[in-house]
């Protein structure tokens, strides 16, 4: 399976198809020695390919639309060198995240961003793959209109026996995916996994038996074949690391494919690990595939992480530790040193076969649905990356989304919850009382809880929505019929788990705010320890007095409820 898909994303990335194999051989052999995860397979990816074809687009303005048979062999060559220095920084960046324990930074990729990206992607990868199955000659599109005008532009090019062929290959491989998840419980789940390995066979039998990869009567064959492909191990090229061509733009595009596929990796790894129940080494799963990284700049090959498909198969495959990845690499060697004159006739739309329905297993529609019903933010920031990696593109896409995941943070931090709370009937619970309407409230006491720590950037917000529920609770038509009015405000600060400098500021000035404006004494209950020391340290205790700071919420409200029945109200009141 590595083989026809490495030589496949090798095609996405703008580079010979021998790539993904140096690709899929020396990275893979290195992690086998180091990585922590039994079953992961290391090798190159559709999506971070896409990344770095468009990335390298972007340096060299154009890339070539035959890698293997480049118009422009010099132009090809620093193509090459280009992507190993992606990869040489990529390798860094892995290694470093590692060693400096930073890979907390992933967190910023939310699994909503990391989702809708991959879906967008698919979209696009899969229509940039269309051309092989019809036979276009098209350039690179990074958006789907963009790809959608040039295949429309084009159509007069195109070539019935390469769709014949292709779109039979499409069908048959669906039909090994269908089959082997079909009789899965037949232990026929491998199935699903020759798909691509027979479509190679195939092409390669039909195209030399029918002699389709050449025409006699013109220059221009019957069905495109993907060309030679360089026999022997890969050469050594840390001598291209340095210069960079485009130092500003390969250490963003290293930036963001690092990223990427810290996550799909560590993902991947992570929900292995899971299911075969053994501890994943974090940290050591991060210098592993740096390392894979760096070994593979040194020979040749572009960026590579953990692949979802080739894991998959690792896994239904039996593998229980990472030797299962040392015997790919063996043979992968094997294949670079005698097999690799076999696909010279291999036609090019077998590539484009497996990269769409590769890509379209991306596709996460069941997330879309899932985010939808249960949190409308995280579907949202979906949505908008979906909809940016579809219409401006992959780099953009994923960029967009990591800011409106943080935009809403943002968000959620400055405007937190502030909830009324009742007593729960014959007990000393308190809960929100839209959640439980059967609550009993206090009369002249209000209680409420803030759901977030205090910061500079919330604090407003608390007052105001404190403020606002004790002018609700005040204009009630009990309270203007002559019942007990709010004389008091327990807050619950159960859910405060730190507080600033500039909250306690903030709350000091509101013990006073809240008594001159509204005639309400602020009491607070129910304290962890750090917010407990810092309103001492902050001497916001003299400021409330020392019996307004209770340990339980329930304690908080009996002994003001007795004080107010007894006719005890602050002074200060």
């Not at 961003?113 to 990074?142: D, E």
């Not at 219409?391 to 943070?409: D, Q």
Request: positive net charge; contains cysteine.
């Amino acid at each position: 399976m590595v083989i026809p898909q490495g030589m496949s994303y090798a095609n996405l990335a703008g580079l010979p198809s021998v790539y993904g194999l140096y690709g899929a051989f020396v990275p893979c052999l290195v992690y086998s020695l180091l990585g922590s995860s039994r079953q992961l397979a290391v090798g190159p990816v559709a999506v971070t390919s896409t990344l770095l074809g468009n990335g390298l687009e972007k340096i060299f303005g154009s890339l070539s639309t035959d890698p293997n048979n480049p118009e422009d062999p010099a132009l090809q060559a620093n193509i090459n060198s280009a992507a190993i220095e992606v990869a040489f920084l990529a390798g860094v960046m892995y290694t470093g995240i590692a060693l400096l324990n930073l890979g907390w930074i992933i967190r910023f990729l939310s699994h909503s961003v990391i989702s809708g990206f991959m879906s967008g992607a698919a979209i696009t990868i899969a229509l940039g793959q269309v051309k092989y199955i019809l036979g276009l000659k098209l350039g690179r599109g990074s958006t789907i209109q963009s790809l959608l005008d040039m295949i429309f532009s084009n159509l007069s090019g195109f070539k019935w026996r390469e769709f014949v062929m292709g779109y039979f290959f499409i069908g048959l491989l669906y039909t090994f995916r269908w089959a082997g998840n079909r009789f899965a419980h037949k232990r026929l789940g491998f199935l699903r996994f020759l798909g691509p390995i027979t479509v190679v066979v195939t092409s390669i039998a039909v195209m030399n038996i029918f002699g389709l990869y050449k025409n006699p009567t013109t220059a221009s064959p019957y069905i495109k074949p993907i060309g030679k492909i360089p026999k022997g191990l890969p050469p050594f090229s840390a001598n291209h690391w340095l210069p960079l061509y485009d130092v500003s733009r390969q250490v963003t595009l290293a930036i963001i494919i690092c990223l990427v596929d810290v996550c799909e990796s560590i993902s991947i790894a992570k929900a292995l690990a899971q299911r075969n129940k053994y501890r994943l080494n974090y940290t050591q799963e991060l210098r592993a595939v740096g390392v894979a990284n760096l070994f593979g700049a040194m020979f040749s090959c572009y960026t590579t992480t953990g692949s979802f498909s080739r894991s998959a198969v690792n896994n239904s495959a039996g593998a229980k530790t990472p030797f299962a990845q040392f015997v790919c690499s063996m043979l992968l060697m094997l294949t670079l040193l005698v097999l690799t004159p076999i696909f010279t006739n291999m036609s090019a739309n077998v590539q484009g076969a497996i990269i769409i329905v590769g890509v379209l297993g991306l596709f996460d529609y069941s997330e879309f649905l899932y985010l939808y019903k249960v949190n409308k933010l995280d579907w949202i920031v979906w949505l908008v990356t979906f909809f940016v990696v579809l219409f401006a593109g992959v780099e953009i896409g994923i960029g967009v989304g990591v800011g409106v995941s943080l935009v809403l943070v943002i968000w959620r931090a400055a405007f937190p919850a502030i909830v009324k709370l009742g007593k729960l009937p014959d007990s000393a619970v308190y809960r929100n009382v839209k959640l439980f309407p059967d609550t009993q409230q206090t009369p002249g006491v209000l209680v409420m809880r803030v759901d977030a720590p205090f910061f500079f950037a919330n604090v407003e917000s608390i007052r105001d929505g404190i403020v606002r529920r004790v002018e609700e609770a005040q204009a009630t038509p009990e309270a203007e019929s002559g019942a007990a009015p709010v004389r008091y405000v327990v807050l619950d600060m159960g859910a405060v788990t730190d507080v600033d400098a500039t909250s306690i500021h903030w709350l000091t000035e509101f013990v006073y705010d809240l008594k001159s404006d509204l005639g309400v004494q602020l009491v607070l209950s129910n304290l962890t320890r750090p917010v407990l020391r810092a309103i001492k340290n902050g001497n916001v205790h003299r400021r409330l007095g020392p019996d307004h700071i209770f340990v339980d919420t329930n304690d908080a409200v009996v002994t003001l409820s007795t004080g107010l029945k007894q006719g005890r109200v602050d002074k200060a009141l």
